[in-house]
């Protein structure tokens, strides 16, 4: 077990945008959480980064409550969050700034994790100088240089252009499968999300569906069992639409 969230409801003010959400996170499983805008996704995967901890209900991380920010649990946003000052190889060693190990090692693991995101030759470059789609790969290398198990992510290709987002896609999906790690990714795009997860949770502040996805990856769009599960999920936001008219 990796994540267990127990009747977890949220409040801004008088307004409950988490209702009751239960579900439970599998260790080196890939789930997307989709929703209409608005429906309190980003809000959750802040609460599951431990960003915000203003809730009721129960957050566990391998069993144990979750009370602010871990190095268990990586985050990528939409936007990189990259200081311009800094070069891509000190951006992304900011995250080991806590770590008791020398310079030297730091630096060693910082560029072996660039490596693996094919950043080498952007090492000493500042963010300004790399493109959009560089920068989120160095976001997600500062996320994941620490190691964690869990990789969260809000948004994180939804600003990007498709050829680069469908890279992107893929080497997430390759990090996932080679390092085993737990993936949370939170995506306004069904599509991205059925191409994804093994499972996708359909949020309206509380999950409407839990909808598996069984099909191996690399999927194809043009696959019809792929096309039959896509649309099921499109139905839940047309639902939403519906009632909301
Ligand atoms: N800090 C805040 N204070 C007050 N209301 C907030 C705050 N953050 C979010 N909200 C409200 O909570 C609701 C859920 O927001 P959230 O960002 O989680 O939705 P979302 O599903 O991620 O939306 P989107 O897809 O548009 O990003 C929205 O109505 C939003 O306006």
Redesign the pocket.
């Known amino acids: 077990m990796s994540l267990t969230i127990q009747k977890l409801s949220k409040t ?2 008088p ?1 409950r ?1 988490l209702d009751n959400i239960n579900l439970d996170i599998h260790d080196g499983e890939f789930v997307a959480i989709v ?10 995967l ?1 609460i599951l980064a431990g960003l915000d901890r203003d809730y009721t209900g129960t957050l566990l991380h391998d069993g144990v409550p979750v009370d602010g920010t871990d190095l268990r649990r990586g985050v990528v946003f939409q936007d990189h969050r990259l200081y311009p000052w800094l070069t891509v190889a000190d951006n992304v060693g900011l995250a080991l700034a806590e770590l008791p190990i020398s310079a030297a090692e730091k630096r060693a693991r910082v560029i072996e994790r660039l490596a693996k995101l094919g950043l080498q030759d952007y090492i000493d470059a500042y963010p300004k100088a790399i493109s959009g789609g560089m920068a989120q790969r160095v976001a997600i290398a500062r996320a994941l240089v620490n190691r964690p198990p869990v990789l969260l992510l ?2 994180p290709f939804s600003a990007l252009d498709a050829i680069t987002r469908g890279r992107l896609q893929q080497e997430l999906l390759a990090l996932w499968r080679d390092e085993g790690l737990t993936v949370v990714i ?1 995506t ?1 795009d069904i599509e991205e999300a059925a191409l994804l997860a093994q499972r996708v949770v359909v ?1 309206d502040q509380h999950v409407k569906r839990l909808q598996p996805i069984d099909l191996p990856h690399p999927r194809r769009r043009s696959d019809p069992a792929f096309g039959l599960l896509h649309d099921r999920l499109l139905a839940d936001f047309h639902d939403d639409l519906a009632h909301a008219a």
């Open positions: 801004f003010g307004r945008v929703g209409k805008s608005g429906c309190g996704k980003s809000t959750l802040r809000d948004e939170v306004h949020l």
